[in-house]
């Protein structure tokens, strides 16, 4: 039994901490783990410890709504949103693990004018890119989405969308599982329950970390930690432009699938898909105010619940199962902060708002190029820290049309 038992287990269990890594990496969330796996997978370095304060996929990687997709607004976030999304279509294969990802395409409804122009705005920016998408009007929803609402007897008539035939959801946890184990494999060291209390530095570069758990030297520490980032931040002495606000989503009961296109509502500010256990996945915009509580509230539940059945009134008795919270780290321009900062060998990757899951794998292997190679990557060049210095911004306000 006690054999089965250990050969089932997804990665070693976690041992001593050794006095000495390459490359630190903190926070064993989506970002943190991929940055790992592709270090170990596209350059060998293996001498690599990812350091977790809770356990693996705790924070924002197993509490987002899954959605991946890669119809961003500006050129610079929309191109590293693509090169993300070819990245997890092969993700499965790549990890020997099915993470599950269903691309079954993409809508955001447009309920005004306004709203129109600006999906017709984001179609052609992502043509120019070579990225699939194009605005429908309600003939084309109606075939694409057949149980939508889309009759005039609402708050908020439908009038059109933009379409994303690449986007779909992945199972979260599988992908945080499959790359811990992918890195496991290749020799990352992973030590769930460790926090890191303090960065060590001398005359300007990174020496160690302290944890919970004892002292490390390290070259390299990379923080991968969304909500709590301007904490880790400080320990580096990196004060970081960030605001922490919490998001939060539910869902119901699993139900006969009949959803079969993940439905956005920019007016409404909520999304919706249904998972592959038949639940309803629904999660609206972050809250206005900044806080870490993760504490749930009811005005959240009520006004999502009520906004989705303007769209769904077949949900009507669907019973809510669970209901949680995540943080999240915005940044001033709502686009990432990656790479460099002004401590050397201190990294970053933060300010992701909500849309960090649906880029770890292009967090991953570029933040591990930046490692190996001392240059950061041309597809994250825009995303900087320095740009907040430079007037350089790149602004997603907006991108996700619903949660901010
Ligand atoms: O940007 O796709 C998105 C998103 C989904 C949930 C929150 N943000």
């Known amino acids: ?142 075939r694409l989405c057949p149980e939508l609402n889309l009759s005039d007897d609402v708050t908020w008539p439908i009038l059109g969308a933009l379409y994303h035939p690449p986007g779909g959801i992945i199972r979260h946890d599988a992908v945080v599982w499959g790359l811990a184990r992918g890195a496991d494999r290749r020799g990352v060291e992973i030590h769930p329950y460790t926090e890191v209390t303090g960065i060590e530095r001398s005359n300007g570069r990174v020496t160690g970390v302290k944890t919970t758990r004892g002292e490390i030297a390290c070259d390299t520490v990379i923080s991968a930690t969304a909500g709590w980032s301007t904490l880790i931040g400080d320990m580096a002495g990196v004060p ?32 919706i898909s249904q998972t592959d256990r038949g639940e309803f996945l629904i999660g609206a915009e972050i809250e206005p105010y900044t806080t870490y509580r993760g504490t749930s509230t009811f005005p959240f539940l009520e006004y999502s619940a009520r906004h989705t059945l303007e769209l769904f009134p077949q949900l009507e008795s669907a019973k809510v199962l669970r209901q949680w919270t995540g943080l ?28 960090g899951f649906k880029a770890a794998p292009i967090v991953g292997t570029t933040l591990a190029e930046l490692v190996a190679t001392g240059r950061t990557p041309q597809l994250i060049a825009p995303f900087t820290l320095e740009r907040f210095y430079t007037d350089t911004l790149v602004s997603e306000l907006a991108a996700a049309a619903v949660s901010h």
């Open 240 to 271: 970081l432009p960030i605001t922490t606000h919490i998001l939060q989503a539910f869902v119901t009961e699993p139900l006969k699938p009949f959803l079969h296109v993940i439905i956005v509502s920019s007016q409404m500010h909520v999304y």
């Open 328 to 355: 999240c780290d915005i940044s001033p321009d709502y686009s990432p902060i990656l790479g460099l900062t002004e401590v050397d060998g201190f990294l970053i990757s933060c300010g992701w708002g909500t849309y």
């Open 1 to 142: 039994m006690r054999d089965i038992f250990r050969t089932r287990r997804m990665w070693r269990r976690r041992g001593e901490l050794k006095p000495r890594y390459d490359v630190v990496v903190i926070g064993g969330g989506s970002h943190g783990l991929a940055t790992a796996y592709y270090l170990a997978k596209n350059h060998g370095i293996t001498n690599v410890a990812v350091l977790e304060k809770s356990y693996i996929g705790s924070g924002a990687a197993g509490r987002n709504t899954t959605i991946i997709r890669a119809n961003y607004r500006t050129p610079e976030g929309a191109e590293f949103y693509r090169s993300s999304v070819e990245l997890y279509e092969h993700l499965s294969l790549d990890l020997d693990f099915n993470l599950l990802f269903s691309q079954q395409g993409h809508l955001t409804l447009a309920h005004s004018d306004r709203a129109m122009i600006t999906m017709a705005e984001r179609a052609e920016v992502n043509q120019l890119l070579g990225i699939d998408s194009r605005l429908v009007y309600n003939d084309e929803t109606a």
